[in-house]
């Protein structure tokens, strides 16, 4: 059991330095020595895994900090930079950007399993409360790496959340203000929340140690919810814990490693991909996945103020659990009904998540009403109740009596999967009643789909040539350069080729040593010049709506695939919607809006543009681009070409990521493998 | 427990240390991709490409600076004098023996195309300074010749000629 350190160096200089500074010893009670209960599962696994992530995320962080630029104009430009350019900038900003995302999840998973077996219960308290605070952390943390690669996203989310502090009497908008820096949010902003993005993890890994050295004062809880009273209860943590850990880790990392190398934008918006702009707002404002229970809370309540307090207390509520839940068994195995009502709080959270989501209007709304009250009642009125009437059944004796009487466990998983679908078919009943009538682009089949995808070459080639000879006509290109045709897993061209293509471009340059702007031939580090000098002058010339840049285009249209499809949609690595939506808005277009529609002056009618009514007239024609290649020149395939043309200008790196993906998949999967039968042997002689 | 035999000694050995092992080479490979990311990036590169630099406005006895991958290059159009001084030396009395004809194009000997990083610690020297009608670097007094060699001053290299070719009479190619 814990008591001094039994570490005795052997070699002369670690004895040395252990009588000035036990740090060996330290380590050693810690990580070697320490005594963890014998029968905890494996939900007690993501203690170990939030702390690789939180290593990951500083990693990945500080490498993406070398290359990021936090500048309101160049902030945007330079992480398109760091994924096209910088080498295996891609993968460093999607484990980044996935990371926060596992990172919640694992918290999540963390902090259930705590509410499960009443890991906050005396004395574990002050526990409990560090870990509100690490999440507290987090979410801020969270918030403000969002904001820094400066899409509409970024900003609109930041003008909302630092607005929430407006909600406050008398100070609030000399709050927000401070925040700002500025009379909105702006480079000040920006800057600020980079500083303190990057001081923040550090806070957390400071308070993470306060909460292991809080953990190895107390010990850790276990599912049996009984201290361990002999040796027998407990095995040391190296190897026992270490091992399991480094599994449990292992999966998780495969997990991962599917958002990141199959579907890295799943779990992101696509409004994300288009840069910030102050003058327009986007049609919904949806914060992360991982704030979206708390944005529910936020909306359900008809009053600012009241929503923000809500909102904050929603989370704060936690801190005081401890108190609110005072029954004495610890773990809900042996509490029949709190069991029941922990299931239907997990139930109730993924509700408001997905609520927080959803528009906020019609049932919505009712829905949100009645989940946010079930969240305060499940804490506030029923855990304390609970605690007084309900009869636990009895507890075992021991850890060791719990290993020997295994059961249950396997209920418990049936139980969830029961309570799951059940909310699942609720949610499906709701949704598809709500469903829209709105048009959906059809879903096309192309070559970069799935796990093995590639770029068709030829059809890339035919995509930049319809650009070329139409869209470019309006439409900039602005992140794509000459040189990146000649690049691995593009269209294929040869850098002879695409020298000769950049040359036949104009590029204006200078100042010369007279001052004077002049013309030369383009080169391959030339990026496709665009068709207006600025973002006024295009607007003038097409009728008042500036053509967007259509670089990342295809990553940033999207449309809703609605539930359950879109869990679907992970599983399969959908990842296609912005082709789709693009092959299907070029072919969208119709002569003869519908009777009851009223097309406003100088806009067309397309069923598939949000709203219908678009600026841009039907660019394409059948026989408008000649083909050499055989292929139908028909409105149809110059419709897809362009698209798939596209997905590789937004995702260039795309085949890289799927082939290196790949043979990290196997390689995670054997190391799992190995380790599971190594984490067998060694358990084989604790039980 | 039962007894454990050696074969199933070995065996489990076996698992270990395929099982660190494996542990071990994924680490390694994690960390190729941090380190990689610290080179030049692709953009980086691309603009490190060769330069065209017309001759033409650069008098006898004058030198300009153009920047080539962020390097000063000095292109010189050298004097009789300059030139000739360069190659009444003797080759085997420089720190760092080279000949004039060695650093210069053939039938362009009177452009002289260096770059104008001193080899001591980087400084840049100037030209048309110091006791040999070359270069004199301010930083720690090395002295480059009308041919860009090391004559006297702690720098142990003569001044590096850059990769160039005469696409004309009167304009080079650096890269
Ligand atoms: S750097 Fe030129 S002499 Fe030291």
Not at chain 1, 188 to 198: G, Q, V
Request: hydrophobic fraction near 45%; charged fraction near 15%; glycine fraction near 8%.
């Amino acid at each position: 059991m814990s008591g001094p350190s039994q570490y005795q160096p052997q070699n002369a200089v670690l004895k040395w330095v252990e009588r000035r500074l036990p740090i060996g010893g330290l380590i050693h009670s810690s990580f070697i020595g320490y005594p963890t209960p014998r029968n905890l599962n494996y939900w007690w696994t993501f203690g170990a895994i939030l702390s690789m992530m939180l290593g990951v995320q500083i990693v990945t962080g500080i490498i993406l900090a070398m290359h990021y630029t936090p500048h309101a104009d160049l902030a945007f430009k330079s992480v398109e930079a760091i994924v096209r350019d910088v080498n295996y900038g891609w993968l460093l900003r999607y484990l980044h950007s996935n990371g926060a995302s596992m990172f919640f999840i694992a918290v999540y998973i963390h902090m259930f399993r705590g509410l499960y077996y009443g890991s906050y219960k005396e004395p574990r308290e002050v526990l409990w409360i560090l870990g509100v605070i690490i999440y507290l952390l987090m979410m801020a943390t969270g918030f403000m790496g969002y904001v820094l690669p400066w899409g509409q996203m970024s900003f609109w989310g930041a003008t909302v959340i630092t607005n929430l502090f407006s909600a406050i009497p008398y100070v609030g908008d000399s709050i927000v203000t401070l925040l700002w820096g500025g009379y909105a949010v702006g480079n000040p902003t920006l800057n600020r929340f980079f500083s303190l993005h990057y001081l923040l993890p550090f806070v957390i890994a400071g308070v993470v140690v306060l909460h292991v050295w809080a953990l190895h004062v107390v010990g850790q809880n276990n599912p049996a919810g009984v201290e361990p009273q002999t040796e027998k209860d407990t095995v040391p943590f190296t190897p026992y814990a270490t091992i399991k850990d480094s599994f449990g880790m292992t999966c998780f990392l495969v997990f991962f490693a599917w958002f990141v190398f199959y579907t890295p934008n799943y779990l992101g918006d696509p409004d994300n991909y288009i840069p910030a702009n102050p003058g327009v707002t986007p049609a919904e404002i949806v914060p992360e996945w991982y704030y979206l229970p708390f944005y529910a809370i936020l909306r359900s309540i008809p009053n600012k103020l009241a929503g923000v307090v809500a909102m904050f207390s929603a989370i704060l509520v936690l801190a005081f659990l401890p108190w609110l839940d005072g029954a004495k068994v610890r773990s809900a195995r042996y509490r029949p009904l709190a069991r029941q009502f922990f299931w239907i709080f997990v139930v109730v959270c993924l509700g408001l998540g997905y609520l927080g989501s959803k528009p906020p209007q019609g049932i919505y709304v009712v829905a949100g009403r009645i989940l946010t009250a079930y969240y305060f009642f499940h804490f506030l009125i029923l855990l304390p109740i609970l605690s007084r009437v309900e009869k636990a059944r009895p507890v075992p004796n021991s850890i060791a009596d719990d290993v020997l009487g295994k059961a249950g466990a396997l209920k418990a998983v049936g139980s969830a999967i029961v309570v799951l679908a059940a909310a699942g078919l609720l949610l499906i009943g709701g949704v598809s009643q709500s469903r829209a009538e709105e048009e959906t682009p059809p879903t096309l089949s192309w070559s970069f789909a799935g796990p093995f995808g590639k770029f068709d070459q030829g059809q890339i080639q035919r995509g930049l040539k319809v650009y070329k000879e139409v869209c470019s006509n309006c439409h900039s290109l602005n992140y794509i350069a000459f040189r990146n045709l000649a690049d691995a897993g593009g269209p294929g061209y040869s850098e002879e080729q695409a020298a000769a293509l950049a040359s036949t471009y104009k590029i204006k340059d200078g100042p010369n040593e007279t001052g004077d702007m002049f013309e030369r031939p383009g080169r391959p580090a030339d990026y496709f010049p665009a068709p207006f000098a600025n973002e006024q002058q295009a607007r003038v010339a097409n009728g008042g709506a500036a053509p967007p840049d259509l670089s990342l285009m295809a990553k940033a249209r999207g449309y809703d695939r609605g539930f359950p499809t879109f869990i679907f949609d992970l599983v399969t690595q959908f990842q296609e919607k912005g082709p789709n939506y693009i092959a299907a808005l070029l072919q969208g277009f119709e002569e003869n809006p519908p009777a009851d529609f009223k097309l406003p002056d100088g806009s067309y009618y397309n069923k598939y543009f949000p709203g219908h009514s678009i600026k841009m007239p039907k660019p394409l024609s059948d026989g408008q681009v000649t083909y050499d290649d055989g292929a139908p020149q028909t409105v149809q395939q110059y419709a897809a070409d362009v698209a798939a043309f596209l997905m590789w200008t937004a995702e260039p790196k795309l085949e890289a990521r799927k082939k290196l993906g790949l043979q990290v998949m196997i390689f995670l999967i054997i190391l799992a493998g190995l380790l599971y039968f190594t984490k067998k042997k060694v358990w084989a002689d604790a039980h | 427990m039962t007894t454990s035999t050696s074969a199933e000694h070995s065996r489990r050995d076996f698992l270990y240390v395929a099982t660190g092992a494996v542990a071990a080479v994924g680490t390694v490979a994690a960390i190729w991709p941090l380190v990689s990311q610290m080179n030049p990036d692709a953009s980086t590169i691309a603009a490190g490409a060769p330069i065209e630099v017309d001759l033409a406005p650069i008098a006898e006895g004058q030198a300009i600076k153009v920047f080539w991958r962020s390097k000063p290059i000095y292109i010189m159009n050298r004097t009789k004098k300059q030139i000739e001084e360069a190659r009444a030396v003797a080759v085997s009395s420089l720190p760092d023996p080279q000949s004039d004809q060695a650093r210069v194009k053939e039938g362009h000997d009177q452009w002289l195309v260096v770059i104008g990083i001193c080899t001591h610690l980087g400084c840049i020297p100037i030209a048309h300074e110091g006791s040999y009608d070359g270069f004199f670097c301010p930083c720690h007094g090395s002295q480059y010749d009308s041919s860009g060699r090391i004559r006297q001053g702690p720098a142990p290299a003569n001044l590096a000629v850059p990769p160039y070719s005469f696409a004309s009479d009167t304009r080079i190619k650096i890269g």
